[in-house]
């Protein structure tokens, strides 16, 4: 009998990986539409591979998760309004678990059975090319690109399967096509297993793609994406939750193995060096940081005049926008993400917005000041009121680092030649996530272009990247840190990225200072992954919420002003105007004190069972063979 794609592509297995009837691999074309008329033509597997791509692009949606909430609502770099069905909060309270799902309306493809039914998708290619043993394609010019094809599935096979280790910990890695008779018996493997198989199917993928693509060809996997892959898993697996770290009432089915182990950072250390170090065809540099435009020029993005009181300099909007930042730092990603509609998730009400996401002060006190040494200190530092940072006026009453201005809006801060006011009006500081103003007292400013207006039509944003190239550079340098100390190197190259955003080297104690480098290390990448899917995995992957130290400043918590606040992931604060006499900020004929507020937004964070998603109850019915998340059972 004859097996058609969607019939094989159709079919349920204990993993429950049944596949959208929108794609072409669930359906077929026609009724005339064999297997096997598929995969003996390069051009229908080339579209199989294509739309793989944007299944496994769809999979990690950096700006619309949870719909059109980012991730950092869920995280303590934002909180979250009320909008679609307040999705953001749901999962904040706690509102989600094994049986009743995750909130309704969140899924966009990244939770279990999603996810595992790509990972069908990959291996459907990959038999079925093996199989008819699929001609080349015929274009001249373009021999070799069956092989090139074979090494993307392998890749997006690869990274499907990351995704799940990155939510879930401990799961199943599929390396065949499950048909209906097979043996069901799934059994989870231990994390460090699956990141060895993601790594084999990155150094498959990595034999057989280009060093570089451009182009048409231009953001398909090429060598350096390769490399990245393995960067990024073997990060994960030095890093605490998986290298060290103790979970209460740990229930890992493999705990066993993730005591430290030093090499694992020597690993990490290697595998982000050879992405640092990754050429194109011609020898030179695959990646390097986006160094155009000097600190001395304001123009907005779109070069007209500038209309935010030279606060951001024009490197810093372009660095994501600009075709030649994208192409020199991009590692993985995903462009032209959110259209004109993404306005109103942005901008406050008084410019018709309802600001989805609101940036917490537990974010924007991680952007350090610069002092009068010219060096960079966080705002917390015992020396930062001496070297006069205010509270009351911590915005501009002191030099900071100038990714604060290109990522916040805060009380007194200029758009569009316009002052934003959150002491009265529409934008004032609300009291509940439930109004349309913030009730942290900022609004977001990345990614979007000075001067737009909310129904401004014709223009897309480019969702951040998926991996680009600071990220490399942190691991290895944490890594060198971790392993040896720290070292003139890794002083230089973090403060290359630092130069490139204009702000202030790290002081000099860092380049003996073990803990102090590592504290600067994990700051920037705060900073500067701000609002980019980042935050709310890696606070697990370091466990801060169960941190000795920052459990002693939580236990400590008395009020508003109990700063630095806990790295919990429990906290929420903002910080609301008081108008003063003798305040430092000038809007309009009045003056302003800033005051530090909590934000009621009803947050928890519950050890074990917060680090990891929980495997939906549906499925371990199918596969009792399968062991639920610590926490969850």
Known sequence: MKHKIFLLAGLATCLSVFISCEDYLDRAPDDKTTEQQVFTRYEKVDGLVSDLYANCKSANKPLIYFNHFSL????????????????????????????????????????????YSKIRKANIILEGVAKYNTPDNPQSGREGDLNRRIGEVHFLRGYLHYLVLRAYGEAVYIDHVINPDDDMTFTKESFHTIADKICADADEALARVDASNGGNYFGRVDKGACLGLKAIVRWMQATPLWNGGSLPNDTRVFKSEYGYDLKRWEAAREAAKAVLEAKKEDGSNRYQLYTKYDASDFKDIDGKSNTNNEKVQQRLWRMNFEMDAIMSEWVWFVTKDKD????????????????????????????????????????????????????????????????????????????????????????????????????????????????????????????????????FIYIYCEAVNE???????????????????????????????????????????????????????????????????????????????????????????????????????????????????????????????????????????????????????
């Not at 999705?87 to 799902?101: C, E, R, T």
């Not at 989805?356 to 006190?365: A, K």
């Not at 955003?501 to 003996?512: D, E, G, N, Q």
């Not at 994990?522 to 890696?538: G, K, L």
């Open 72 to 115: 950092s609502s869920i995280s303590d770099e934002c909180s979250a309004s009320s909008h679609e069905g307040a999705i953001p909060h749901q999962f904040n309270v706690g509102n989600y678990g094994a049986l009743q799902k995750m909130p309704n309306g969140s899924d966009a493809g990244q939770y279990w059975n999603g996810l």
């Open 340 to 471: 004109t509609g993404w306005s109103g998730d942005i901008l406050p009400p008084s410019q018709g917005g309802h600001a989805r996401q609101r940036p917490l002060q537990e974010q924007v006190d991680e952007y350090e000041y610069i002092g009068p040494d010219g060096y960079g200190y966080p705002i917390y530092a015992d020396r930062a009121n001496a070297d006069g940072y205010d509270d009351e006026n911590p915005y501009e009453g002191i030099r900071r680092d100038p990714r604060l201005y290109r990522d916040i809006r805060y009380h007194g801060s200029w758009y569009a030649g316009q002052q934003l006011n959150t002491a009265s009006g529409d934008d004032a500081v609300s009291g509940s996530y439930l109004d349309q103003a913030s009730h942290t007292g900022y609004y977001l400013r990345k990614f979007y272009k000075d001067g737009w207006t909310r129904g401004h039509g014709g223009h897309t944003i480019n969702g951040p990247a998926i991996w680009r190239l600071p990220a």
């Open 483 to 633: 392993l040896n100390g720290p070292n003139e190197e890794i002083y230089k190259m973090i403060n290359e990225v630092r130069a490139r955003s204009f702000m202030a080297p790290m002081p000099p104690a860092t380049k003996t200072d073990k803990k102090l480098m590592n504290s600067y290390i994990q700051r920037e990448r705060r900073v500067e992954f701000f609002y980019e899917n980042d935050r709310y995995w890696t606070a697990r992957l370091y466990m801060e919420p169960d941190d000795t130290e920052q459990l002693a400043q939580e236990n400590s918590y008395r009020d508003a002003d109990s700063w630095p606040y806990a790295k919990t992931q429990r906290f929420s604060h903002g910080m609301k105007p008081v108008e003063d006499p003798d305040g430092k900020i000038m809007i309009g004929d009045k003056k302003y004190k800033m005051k530090r507020i909590a934000v009621n937004d009803g947050r928890v964070f519950s050890s074990p069972r917060s680090y990891l998603w929980p495997i939906y109850q549906e499925e371990l019915k199918r596969c009792p063979s399968l062991v639920q998340n610590p926490g969850w059972e």
